[in-house]
């Protein structure tokens, strides 16, 4: 009888604590995404890993610089052993999502963190040369990031913000050393996608750092 009491005993502290790391879950990613960094930092100290991911495979991080959360990231880049280096389903990091939004205090902090600067396949530069944010595109290169950093099918940031980004992220790239003259699996250089996109100004930039290196490219 004494153990079957204890059996039962067992039972209802697994059943209670069970539930209660149920609701916590819940009650953390639903504060991530209302910056309720009060909330976040109660759980934490409770004991809740800042790395848990949701049911999508996103942690509090990733989704705090997503949503934007900018407290509760505070609260969570705090944290011991928090890890910033973090992938969602598309292969994008907390850091390339904040050089998307040209959030340049963001992505020193993750940086500080040891986010990866340098990551394979398209990188943090990439998006920043996306978006024309020149400042954080300054703070990836002077944290060593490869300015001609390759895509899965070989696009470069000079590219990128030859079709996308603006002229100030162009003649930027350009000044800081990006090379003109490469091409992506698509046999496409930057000169061609700022043709493409119908970037006058783009093209002229390209242009003229494509003639200043000696290479004929067609014409424009």
Same mark, same amino acid.
């Given at each position: 009888?004494?153990n079957?009491?204890?059996?039962?005993i067992?039972?209802?502290?697994f059943?209670?604590f =069970?539930?209660? #790391?149920?609701?916590?879950?819940?009650d953390?990613?639903?504060?991530?995404?209302?910056?309720?960094?009060s &909330?976040?930092?109660?759980?934490l100290?409770?004991?809740?890993?800042?790395?848990?991911?949701?049911?999508?495979?996103?942690t509090?991080?990733f989704?705090?610089?997503?949503t934007? =959360?900018?407290?509760v990231?505070?609260?969570?880049?705090?944290?011991?052993?928090?890890?910033?280096?973090?992938?969602?389903?598309? +292969?994008?990091?907390?850091?390339?999502?904040?050089a998307?939004? *040209? +959030?340049?205090?963001t992505c020193?902090?993750?940086?500080?963190? +040891?986010?990866?600067?340098?990551? &394979? *396949?398209?990188?943090?530069?990439?998006?920043?040369?996306?978006n024309g944010?020149?400042?954080?595109?300054?703070?990836?290169?002077?944290?060593?990031a490869?300015?001609?950093?390759? #895509? %899965?099918?070989? &696009?470069t %940031?000079?590219?990128m913000?030859? =079709?996308?980004g603006?002229t100030?992220?162009v003649?930027?790239?350009?000044?800081?050393?990006?090379?003109?003259?490469?091409?992506?699996?698509?046999?496409? #250089?930057?000169?061609?996608?700022?043709q493409?996109a119908?970037?006058?100004?783009?093209?002229?930039?390209? *242009?003229?750092?494509?003639?200043?290196?000696?290479?004929?490219?067609g014409?424009w």
């Amino acid at each position: 009888m004494r153990n079957y009491f204890r059996y039962f005993i067992y039972l209802f502290v697994f059943i209670g604590f =069970s539930a209660s #790391s149920a609701g916590s879950f819940e009650d953390y990613f639903a504060a991530v995404a209302r910056d309720d960094a009060s &909330t976040v930092q109660n759980l934490l100290r409770r004991g809740f890993d800042p790395n848990t991911v949701n049911e999508k495979g996103l942690t509090g991080v990733f989704i705090a610089v997503r949503t934007p =959360s900018p407290k509760v990231l505070n609260v969570l880049l705090a944290a011991p052993k928090i890890q910033v280096e973090t992938r969602n389903e598309k +292969d994008e990091s907390p850091l390339m999502l904040a050089a998307l939004q *040209g +959030d340049l205090a963001t992505c020193q902090k993750l940086i500080a963190k +040891d986010a990866d600067v340098n990551k &394979t *396949g398209w990188a943090p530069l990439h998006y920043a040369a996306t978006n024309g944010h020149v400042a954080v595109m300054q703070l990836l290169l002077d944290e060593n990031a490869y300015i001609d950093a390759e #895509s %899965p099918n070989k &696009t470069t %940031p000079l590219m990128m913000a030859a =079709s996308y980004g603006s002229t100030e992220a162009v003649k930027f790239l350009l000044e800081a050393g990006a090379d003109p003259t490469l091409k992506n699996e698509k046999n496409l #250089s930057a000169l061609d996608f700022a043709q493409k996109a119908s970037r006058p100004d783009a093209i002229e930039l390209i *242009g003229a750092a494509v003639r200043k290196r000696g290479v004929k490219q067609g014409t424009w």
